[in-house]
């Protein structure tokens, strides 16, 4: 038997260390130790739920959804929608966009006017774009989508929990979340809910899709609600990360769901506000269009916004970050999610960013 | 706004308990409070590794390898080569199979056959086959691989810790895991590696791979070992379930790696000559192939195994497991692997399998 060539990373032989820090960026955010500690129960056997990340989610939706040669259309305005074009692509779908620029959003008449121009079997929208700080509108989509017979996929990722949303109401036909913004669960799963209708398109297709981790058909019955009496080995569940989220549930259940809706909203006003007697602008210029998760303020002029950002994490222990994808350079992005989201956490914010503000170099760049 | 249309459900109004059992089925297993607690750790944000678990892991080495209309050669002597073999004919490969009964395993001689026939870009093999308790014998077949020009995969899930391996040694050219067996942390992340010739490969193919979550010119970069300067977001890693493998990985180089392996080995052979003296039979005949991670059983003649695998769950608080895929009906099968692998828990097993065979109904079947 050959010797081992290679010595254990001294790394390992150290205790590990992490640090305590105010998690005030786009997520993953603070989670509350009752939560850790629900993820510190032990192990048992396969249970029932969602495996993997937000993107995991939207492979998932799209996967299922779409066969080689569909048409596809997705409303850019942030990272998000083009991400969700780059998946279907991907898998031979014919795509369309519609692009807004980033901090923007579309009206129903614009939204009309792709689906009947395109006529996709599928539309995908961001409802909070974290990328650029946009809670898009949503009444009166699931309705058009329903007159093109066409199924509406909405991220929810950045907004569930802290925006008001009504996937049966509001004609949602798959709608997915994260467990690490509002929920304040570790990172790592991704609950995910199917429409009748979705149901349907899913089990009627032609092609099996092309995963077969994420192929519902498996899925559904793994998860005991294909109306099968025997349930089949899929894949192992990371049990103990379903007792976080099954934590983070029962905390959002204890406030009750309208509760934590308001309290987002007052919060990020309160925010808003603080911002502006500052000197700082807010990038999303309609007030109703501003995600109360996720709030995206102007690049400060003259200013280099990574020294801003290492200046915050260095000095005040609070991590914020910049823009992603469409506004890389833009904007300064805070997230102040489920119990981070409080007006003396927007105080301990504006006073970093004021102090920031002053120590960082303005004549930089 | 549309009032709720949903009360909360009540069982999130209640506190989450979670049972203490002994998990000797074939994964996950325990995971030692020291794993747990490091698993409670505070979120910082994005850190380097895998998320998902070994499915992700064998889709990824898929996904990033095989183009459509390559030709993929798989190894079945139990479900794994047979999932292997699923995904790869999703994506349009063309796929071949070499198929051995459950329980056996492949000369070398059969896999140059086969490598000679059908010239593959990519060759399957579950070195710890956990549905059907083998141990594949490893050596080289890299070669062979070699020089038919083909990449050689390897599933090393249920072996990875708890038997001799050696990638470099043995031309493997991607090796992946899980985090539940014989490293003992909850399920839910999967280191994997690759050799140059992998990424060679990877990252010459012509068309992108068909999930952009597990497009490894995405991932490389996100694991920052693509050379490139600076790193772009691509998904939120499990920041948590990192943590709980990085101590994972400590606890093992404490013991030293070789010592783990000698230790299962020991203890799987004491487990085995206590199984005989009770009667029972192996289902792996040859002695050399098989898995001391997990071993199978044959299924007691005149018993219904689900009876005794209930049983031992009820009485015994002990988790152990049928048959998966083609050894379904056939085995029963007990995992001890990481912490689990002591004479202490074979006795604890024994004795409830003693049990089991005393009360359940032999005449039922």
Redesign the interface.
Same mark, same amino acid.
């Given at each position: 038997? &050959?010797s /081992?060539?290679v010595l254990? &990373?001294k790394c390992? $032989?150290k205790p590990?260390l992490?640090?305590?820090?105010h998690?005030f %960026?786009p !997520?993953?955010?603070?989670?509350p130790?009752r939560i +850790? #500690?629900? %993820?510190?129960?032990?192990?048992?056997?396969h249970i029932i739920h969602f495996? %993997?990340? !937000?993107?995991?989610a939207m =492979?998932c939706a799209i996967f299922n959804t779409v066969e080689s040669g569909d048409s596809v259309l997705t409303a850019v305005n942030g990272i998000w929608g083009e991400?969700a074009a =780059?998946?279907a692509e991907?898998?031979g779908a014919r795509v369309n966009t519609i692009v807004a620029p980033p901090g923007g959003f579309f009206t129903n008449a614009e939204i009309e006017q792709a689906l009947s121009k395109y006529r996709p079997v599928l539309f995908f929208l961001a409802h909070g774009e974290s990328s650029t700080g946009v809670l898009h509108p949503l009444d009166g989509i699931g309705q058009l989508c329903q007159r093109y017979n066409c199924l509406f996929l909405v991220d929810a990722v950045a907004s569930i929990g802290g925006a008001?949303l009504?996937m049966? $109401?509001q004609g949602i036909d798959i709608l997915y979340t !994260?467990s $690490?913004k509002v929920l304040n669960a570790?990172? %790592?799963t991704a609950p995910i809910s199917f429409s009748e209708r979705a149901c349907q398109k899913i089990f009627s297709r032609k092609s099996?899709?092309?995963?077969?981790?994420l192929d519902l058909n498996w899925l559904a019955n793994y998860w005991g609600c294909d109306g099968k009496p025997s349930r089949v080995?899929?894949?192992?569940?990371?049990?103990? *990360?379903f007792?976080s989220l099954? =934590?983070s /549930? *029962?905390v959002l259940?204890?406030e009750g /769901?309208?509760n934590s809706w308001e309290r987002h909203q007052k919060v990020a006003e309160y925010f808003h506000t603080g911002l502006e007697s500052m000197g700082l602008k807010l990038f999303v210029k309609e007030k109703k269009a501003r995600l109360p998760t996720v709030t995206t303020i102007v690049a400060p002029h003259g200013y280099d916004w990574k020294e801003i950002t290492s200046y915050i994490m260095k000095t005040h222990n609070i #991590?914020i970050s910049g823009g +992603?994808g469409p506004s890389v350079g833009l904007v300064l992005r805070v997230g102040l999610m489920g119990c981070n989201s409080s007006k003396a956490n927007v105080d301990m914010v504006l006073g970093a960013l004021k102090d920031a503000l002053k120590h960082c170099h303005k004549s930089k760049v």
């Open positions: 038997m &050959p /081992l060539s254990p &990373p390992l $032989q590990l992490v640090p305590h820090r998690m %960026g !997520g993953p955010s603070n989670v130790s +850790l #500690e629900a %993820g510190a129960n032990p192990v048992i056997g495996t %993997g990340t !937000g993107h995991t =492979e991400r =780059e998946m991907r898998i008001p009504h049966d $109401q !994260g $690490q570790p990172p %790592g099996k899709p092309v995963s077969f981790f080995y899929h894949h192992t569940g990371p049990v103990t *990360a007792f099954r =934590e /549930l *029962a259940v204890e /769901l309208e #991590e +992603l």
